[in-house]
């Protein structure tokens, strides 16, 4: 078993990858207004709600194939943990934005938006656990 094989078998890549797409979730949603990456070229509008759903919908996924081998028994209680946490998370950034940050506000649609992507993992959660086993 080389060294990749391992690190996957030991389960150290899966908490990884949800901390690093929450870490990083965390950093853009707290950046200040004028420093938030535009795309000018893409017209589409409201694209930042596609953004917050995506962004969501990764976090539940890598949270869920993270815990639910650990908590087999009761994985679908983990799904609606993990549905539930996610959707505190996008209602605190929210606040953050609105109270901390410059240029930011509360969006009400950015909590729809979110919501939507945690949804978007609850309808792809029985092809999640083919795939995983």
Known sequence: MNNS???WRNGLIKPTLFSLFF???????????NKVPRVYWLNIPHFDKIIHAGIF????????????HHFASSEK????????LMAIYGVAIEFIQAEL??????EKLDILADFTGCIIFLLAR????????
């Open 23 to 33: 870490i990083t979730s965390l950093f853009l949603f707290t950046l200040p207004a």
């Open 101 to 106: 940050i410059e240029g930011r506000s509360f």
């Open 57 to 68: 919908a990764v976090l539940c996924i890598t949270a869920y194939l993270w815990l639910s």
């Open 5 to 7: 094989e391992r690190f």
């Open 126 to 133: 029985p092809l999640l656990k083919r795939i995983i086993g």
């Open 77 to 84: 209680k983990i799904a609606l943990i993990i549905v539930l």
